[in-house]
T-cell receptor, first 113, second 112 residues
Framework: GEDVEQSLFLSVREGDSSVINCTYTDSSSTYLYWYKQEPGAGLQLLTYIFSNMDMKQDQRLTVLLNKKDKHLSLRIADTQTGDSAIYFCAESILDTGRRALTFGSGTRLQVQP | DTGVSQDPRHKITKRGQNVTFRCDPISEHNRLYWYRQTLGQGPEFLTYFQNEAQLEKSRLLSDRFSAERPKGSFSTLEIQRTEQGDSAMYLC??????????FGPGTRLTVT
């Protein structure tokens, strides 16, 4: 079955790097996503990576994928107070033909000034 | 802003009443999804449309829930005989492809 797991909470100081981790279900054909949710709001798509890639970088965001350990991480460089939010990892397994995303429970990132 | 829009943003209803939510996807996105999110959890998939066809439904979508997308544009989600357990954020997302999904701001339902 599909199971995406994340740690619940991360606290960093402004200007430091944040690393948010996620483990996912093993599949040879998977898209993996990072979404950001601020209080009372919907989900903002930050980035996504296909399972045949190892890394993707987009400005302050770096996604690393370790297929052997089924581990995905999101690194935010120079973290700002505006980055405080809940970050969700999600998976879409293409082999099953499903179109739905399976989400983790989210990691709350707190950025201290 | 031409993102996904949802209406209403908040809905308070008494147990047993029917409610209907609307989602307007990003223009020309032919895929539309409904999810439900409860406090402290990630969104859970409810149903998926490609154009006007409802192609997938989760087991979470009980007989009291019905969704439509009559002309392949906006969609509605109706909950009949609401229960307190239906209290949640209902999120709509749209997609131009199989891959990325763009979410709306959600409708927060409170059943008293």
């Amino acid at each position: 079955g599909e199971d995406v797991e994340q740690s619940l909470f991360l606290s960093v100081r402004e200007g430091d790097s944040s690393v948010i981790n996620c483990t996912y279900t093993d599949s040879s054909s998977t898209y993996l996503y990072w979404y950001k949710q601020e209080p009372g709001a919907g989900l903002q798509l930050l980035t996504y990576i296909f399972s045949n890639m190892d890394m993707k970088q987009d400005q302050r965001l770096t996604v690393l994928l370790n297929k052997k350990d089924k581990h995905l991480s999101l690194r935010i460089a120079d973290t700002q107070t505006g980055d405080s939010a809940i970050y969700f990892c999600a998976e879409s397994i293409l082999d099953t033909g499903r179109r739905a995303l399976t989400f983790g429970s989210g990691t709350r990132l707190q950025v201290q000034p | 802003d031409t993102g996904v829009s949802q209406d209403p943003r908040h809905k308070i209803t008494k147990r047993g009443q029917n409610v209907t939510f609307r989602c307007d996807p990003i223009s020309e996105h032919n895929r539309l999804y409904w999810y439900r999110q409860t406090l402290g959890q990630g969104p859970e998939f409810l149903t998926y449309f490609q154009n006007e066809a409802q192609l997938e439904k989760s087991r979470l979508l009980s007989d009291r829930f019905s969704a439509e997308r009559p002309k392949g544009s906006f969609s509605t989600l109706e909950i009949q005989r609401t229960e307190q357990g239906d209290s949640a954020m209902y999120l709509c997302a749209s997609s131009p492809t199989t891959y990325e999904q763009y979410f709306g701001p959600g409708t927060r339902l409170t059943v008293t």
